[in-house]
């Protein structure tokens, strides 16, 4: 089984974004954070899903996620 991890910074993002969310309404705090699961493992599953972000950085994906990108390296 493939799993992701998740670098520090990012993690700071996500849960600044999740904090924001529920902070207004726990329910979209909590879809959010599990449609950034599902995107998550897609990317694991499909490693070249997304679009290529080759352009920033060599081998950079992203996936878009509401109004965020999940940015992915392989």
Not at 5 to 29: C, H, K, M
Not at 32 to 45: G, H, P, T
């Amino acid at each position: 089984m493939s799993r992701y991890v998740i670098n520090v910074l990012a993690s700071r993002d996500l849960n600044e974004i999740v904090d924001y969310f529920t902070e207004n309404n726990l329910e979209a705090g909590e879809r959010f954070f599990r449609a950034f699961n599902r995107k998550c493992q897609q990317l694991v599953a499909f490693p070249n899903s997304g679009k290529s972000y080759a352009a920033i950085h060599p081998g950079l994906r992203g996936l878009s996620l509401t109004d965020y990108i999940i940015f992915t390296e392989f």
